[in-house]
C-alpha cells in the first residue's frame, strides 16, 4: 500500500481520516484518524490528537496519541502530549513529556 506524503510546505488545519499509511514532512493541527501508520518525519509537526496502528516521531508532536500496535519516539523527536499503547519504544536523544498509559485494553480504530 502506497503512502500519503504531507509535503513539508503543506499545512493541513482540520481532521485527517483514512486506512493508508501517512508520512507527515509539513503540518498537520487538528484530529488524525488512521487505520495505518502515521510517521512523523524529521522536521514534520503534527498538532492534533493521533488515533492510529502505529506512529512514528522523528519531528515534533504536540497532542494525546491513542496507538494500537506501538507508538516510538526517534532519536531528534519530541513529544509532548499522553500516550496510550501496548508498545512504547523511546529511543536515546528522543525528547518527551506526558503520561504513559499502557493498558492492554484494545484501542479502536476508525
Known amino acids: 500500500m502506497a503512502e500519503t506524503v504531507i509535503g ?3 499545512i493541513i ?3 485527517v481520516k483514512g486506512t ?3 508520512v507527515v514532512q509539513g503540518t498537520i ?3 488524525i484518524n488512521l487505520d495505518n501508520k502515521v ?3 524529521e522536521g514534520g509537526r503534527i498538532e ?3 488515533l492510529a496502528g502505529v506512529v512514528e516521531v522523528a519531528g515534533a508532536m504536540n497532542g494525546n496519541v491513542e496507538a494500537g500496535e506501538r ?3 526517534k532519536t531528534g523527536g519530541r513529544m509532548h502530549g499522553d500516550i496510550r499503547s501496548p508498545r512504547i519504544l ?4 528522543a525528547l518527551y513529556k506526558g503520561s504513559i498509559d499502557m493498558d492492554s485494553g484494545e484501542v479502536k480504530l476508525g
Do not use: F, H, N, Q
Not at 90 to 93: F, K, L, Q, T, V
Open 8 to 10: 513539508k510546505s503543506l
Open 13 to 15: 488545519d482540520g481532521e
Open 20 to 22: 493508508e499509511p501517512l
Open 29 to 31: 493541527k487538528g484530529k
Open 39 to 41: 510517521c512523523v518525519a
Open 48 to 50: 492534533a490528537s493521533v
Open 71 to 73: 507508538l516510538e519516539i
Open 90 to 93: 523511546i529511543s536515546d536523544g
